[in-house]
């Protein structure tokens, strides 16, 4: 909940309070005093965070939901690349990585990715000089005639192709690189933040009004500033949880958050595991610790005239053998004699991502990894980065991404229009909105300051930017109390 200007008044909870009687137990005055010591503390945080991190935020959304969109609209704009008519029998995968081959000798065949139902085209991955990081040249073939249906661009783990990649690029990094990725991190930091503190700022003030029972639906008859605040209140908790969902899984991107999430992950053993691909070799099944979704492919190369190589045919078997599904993708050796790796690839639910190494010479598995067997952590990963990115349950996963991103959006316009109704009219018309009253910090008891802060400060290691920027908030919130003290005459 992107709140931009006082969620509660303070006479209205002074009222509420007067009505406590005077025999109120000391354990019942102290939580009281508490909740009086940690209100102003956050709305002032809640207030400039939300003023001067929303523009981030509101980007974020509209790129995130041209990014669901872009799911469906993907397989509208290259529907000649992706479905062929149903043929009699399907041709050796051989024959079709030999077509690619012929139509782009350019290309080093890195992955193949079978057609996983009636009518879809195989993709073969290559390896092609020029390409950014992550991107491969995905040439598309007609599995029942050998036919080259086209070549496009595509993107990371998930295929993405360009219509999506360069959307994917937007909500990054605005397509400035690693520059640019600073905008959303700190997007993302602050999210999860802004949303607590505005559900406490809610719920708080249906409390102290005695209207607990209508926190979930916004008041009628109102006009105004207020009008704005229930709307604003109401929708914002109900989109609470999805917001802290997808803050919590975009951090896994970031750079910097990103970065102390994967030593994290490391250090408690909680990373991907990964088939080894040393031929000769079991893996130990330590993760690759990579971030998955929008981060590249495996980086395996080859496969172009290799020795004594059973070929992709042999391969694909002995990996159905093992169970493996229909949705799945070939890695080539690095080298010749080395080792294929085949990965289940379906993203959507019942998530599948068991793994087996092939040894190129002989067919036979030489290691396996059971999605069932993965660290819970991992699996949690997994799921998460597929919900943030509508993999996970289809055109429904789209559909609330979507939701969230408009109810997100909504809910920002009317921070705003909150913070500008709250402006002085009578003799100043263009004045900006006020903010709630200083001295928070300077009110609060240690007991509550000293937990905030070794809170603020653990969190803001882990996640550098939210740490960076509320410093930041701090020290502009105290130049302009000094300078407006000093403008009022007081020492």
Known sequence: MTALSEVGEPEEEQAADSGSTGGASRASRA?????????????????????????????????????????????????????????????????????????????????????????????????????????????????????????????????????????????????????????????????????????????????????????????RG??????????????????????????????????????????????????????????GEHADHEGHGGHEGHEGHEGHAGGDGHAADVGPDRVLAAARDEGLGDEVEIIYPAEPGGVYSIKETRSHWPVAQDA??????????????????????????????DAHMGLLFGLANQIVLMALACALMTVIVLGYRMWWQRRPTAARRMAWGRPPPRGAWRRAPWAVLVPLLALAAVVGYYVPLLGLSLLAFLAVDAALGQFARRGAGRP
């Not at 990649?165 to 905008?183: A, M, Q, T």
């Not at 991107?253 to 250090?267: D, K």
Request: hydrophobic residues 45%; glycine residues 10%; aromatic residues 10%.
């Open 31 to 219: 939580s009281r005093g508490s909740r009086s010591a940690v209100k102003p503390l956050v709305l002032r945080l809640h207030f400039y965070a939300g003023l001067l991190v929303a523009p981030f935020l509101f980007v974020a959304a509209f790129s995130g939901l041209l990014y669901a969109a872009s799911v469906q609209f993907e397989k509208i704009v290259y529907e000649h690349e992706l479905r062929v008519p149903v043929g009699e029998e399907r041709l050796p995968v051989e024959e079709q990585v030999a077509a690619a081959r012929a139509a782009h000798p350019e290309g080093t065949v890195n992955g193949v990715r079978p057609g996983a139902d009636e009518g879809a085209t195989t993709r073969v991955l290559l390896d092609v000089p020029g390409l950014g990081p992550s991107h491969r040249l995905a040439v598309f073939v007609d599995p029942y005639t050998a036919e080259v249906r086209g070549a496009l661009e595509a993107y990371g783990s998930s295929g993405a192709l360009p219509v999506r990649w360069w959307v994917d690029e937007l909500h990054r990094n605005l397509h400035l690189g690693d520059f640019g990725r600073h905008y959303s991190e700190l997007a993302a930091s602050w999210l999860a933040v802004i949303v607590l503190g505005g559900v406490v700022l809610w719920i708080g003030r249906r409390r102290a009004e005695r209207r607990v029972r209508r926190t979930l639906l916004p008041e």
């Open 222 to 279: 109102l006009r105004g500033r207020r009008a704005s605040l229930t709307w604003h209140g109401t929708v914002g908790l109900w989109i609470a949880l999805g917001l802290g969902f997808l803050s919590l899984t975009g951090l896994t991107w970031s750079q910097h958050a990103g970065a102390n999430i994967t030593e994290l992950r490391s250090a408690l053993s909680w990373e991907t595991p990964a088939v080894s691909t040393t031929a």
């Open 356 to 385: 087996v190494a092939v040894d190129s010479a002989t067919g036979e598995v030489t290691d396996t990894v059971r999605f069932e067997d993965w660290p819970l952590a991992a699996k949690l990963a997994r799921w998460g980065v």
